[in-house]
Nanobody, 124 residues
Framework: QVQLVESGGGVVRPGDSLRLSCAASIPTFVRYSVAWFRQPPGKERELVAAIRMAGRKTVYAGSVKGRFTISRDNPGDAVSLQMNSLKPDDTAIYYC?????????????????WGRGTQVTVSA
């Protein structure tokens, strides 16, 4: 059983940056594809970014491309999401998800393990 814990959320102003972290309970997290999803108020959960198992291939939603960066942290038991130039539309609960698959899935159904989420609020 893999446990995921997100951290780093908060309340920021438009244009600010935040760095979210997803810590895993296992030392072999590098063997999992990992994704960040978000769920804005009153809307469905959507993929934000994902990273391939043991590799560098990444995918991003069009709305965050160029502003957000997903990466694996050393020694490999965490994945971060660096969020720059934040906008009010980025306000949501952000969830970390993981699965033992080679390529990251683009839907929530492709992930077995989920964190409880961390709130990100972007407001002037």
């Amino acid at each position: 059983q893999v446990q995921l814990v997100e951290s780093g959320g908060g309340v920021v102003r438009p244009g600010d940056s935040l760095r979210l972290s997803c810590a895993a309970s296992i030392p072999t997290f590098v063997r999992y594809s990992v994704a960040w999803f978000r769920q804005p108020p009153g809307k469905e959960r959507e993929l934000v970014a994902a990273i391939r198992m043991a590799g560098r291939k990444t995918v991003y939603a069009g709305s965050v491309k160029g502003r957000f960066t997903i990466s694996r942290d050393n020694p490999g038991d965490a994945v971060s999401l660096q969020m720059n130039s934040l906008k009010p539309d980025d306000t949501a609960i952000y969830y970390c998800a993981a699965d033992e698959r080679y390529n990251p899935a683009d839907s929530s159904a492709g992930y077995t393990y989920w964190g409880r989420g961390t709130q990100v609020t972007v407001s002037a």
